[in-house]
């Protein structure tokens, strides 16, 4: 079936060291966002790609990037992840101005 | 600023019975509204969406009514089964400026079925 995976479902980091979520997708949509959700919130975009066009949102932190190196596989680096970087981060895809978004299950980060 | 607001953070329902789930918005140039499902620790799932030209929508169980002129949509589930419980996210997009869409979401109602 045609899919958004996110590696991994869970990952543990510790304070102030880099890490990487990554996100890959079957459904060669061109567009795939990142989306930071925390409990109780609705789902925040950090940023998307339109083809290999980088959009940031403006009150995304400059310690989140991310790289897309392929149509398939997308990448969030967080550089030095605070307490408050623990959350829910969601992947999505779509086609160029489509409705709807196919999400990922989603990595669960805990920062200790 | 809540362009999209679920104002009732939970609701319970018993199995059988119809729950109605509530969104409202306030940005007139929303043409497109979608109702996300989301389970604990998984992505939230598209459930179904209404375009700005219709004022209903039925799929299965599930029908969305949209009131433009009351900027208010409603889902209902009927009849309501306990493998409903579950977040469920009001989101609405704009004709965009540029070439992509972007969701706006309500922050979710969580709703729970009881057998």
């Known amino acids: 079936d045609a899919m958004v995976i996110q590696n991994p479902r869970y990952q543990v980091t510790q304070f102030g060291k880099p890490v990487t979520l990554s996100c890959s997708q079957t459904?060669?949509?061109?567009?795939m966002y990142w989306y930071q959700q925390k409990s109780s919130q609705a789902p925040k975009l950090l940023f998307h790609y339109y083809d290999k066009d980088f959009n940031n949102e403006a009150d995304t932190p400059d310690n989140f990037q991310s790289r897309r190196p392929n149509t398939s596989f997308c990448f969030l680096d967080i550089r030095s992840p605070g307490l408050g970087d623990a959350a829910m981060y969601l992947c999505?895809?779509?086609?160029?101005?489509?409705?709807?978004?196919?999400f990922g299950s989603g990595t669960r980060l805990t920062v200790v | 600023d809540q362009q999209v607001k679920q104002n009732s953070p939970s609701l319970s329902v018993q199995e059988g019975r119809i729950s109605i789930l509530n969104c409202d918005y306030t940005?007139?140039?929303?043409?497109?509204f979608l109702w996300y499902k989301k389970y604990p620790a998984e992505g939230p799932t598209f459930l179904i969406s209404i375009s700005s030209i219709k004022d209903k929508n039925e799929d299965g169980r599930f029908t969305v009514f949209l009131n433009k002129s009351a900027k208010h949509l409603s889902l209902h589930i009927v009849p309501s089964q306990p493998g409903d419980s579950a977040v469920y996210f009001c989101a609405a997009s704009a004709r965009p400026a540029g070439n992509n869409r972007k969701l706006i979401w309500g922050l979710g109602t969580s709703l729970a079925v009881n057998p």
């Open positions: 940005n007139s140039m929303f043409d497109y």
């Open positions: 999505a895809t779509s086609w160029t101005g489509a409705y709807g978004y196919t």
């Open positions: 459904l060669n949509h061109n567009v």
